[in-house]
Nanobody, 121 residues
């Protein structure tokens, strides 16, 4: 089992920045891929970014690849999502997830509880 706890969400003005954190614990070796997803009201959950613990290979959704950055700190078992130049359409609950392989759908094995990001215009 892998436990994931997100933090760092909140209210931010359009054009501002925010950093989300996801602390992983448990059998993290069984889930070498970490991902971030988001779900806006009335919409399906969508892939945002992913990173591998080993090598730090990164993957992004086209809609965020210029503005968001995913990173990891292996010593802290923590993955980050830096949100820059945020827009009102970035408002969503952001979820951290872990899986055995990289994929850009929501078929990840482990999930956090989510953290709300609200962007005001």
């Amino acid at each position: 089992q892998v436990q994931l706890v997100e933090s760092g969400g909140g209210l931010v003005q359009a054009g501002g920045s925010l950093r989300l954190s996801c602390a992983a614990s448990g059998r993290t070796s069984s889930a070498p891929v970490m991902g971030w997803f988001r779900q806006a009201p009335g919409k399906e959950r969508e892939f945002v970014a992913a990173i591998t613990w080993s090598g730090g290979y990164t993957y992004y959704a086209e809609s965020v690849k210029v503005r968001f950055t995913i990173s990891r700190d292996g010593a802290k078992n923590t993955v980050y999502l830096q949100l820059n130049r945020v827009k009102p359409e970035d408002t969503a609950v952001y979820y951290c997830a872990a899986n055995t392989v990289v994929r850009n759908d929501d078929k990840y094995r482990y999930w956090g509880q989510g953290t709300q990001v609200t962007v005001s215009s």
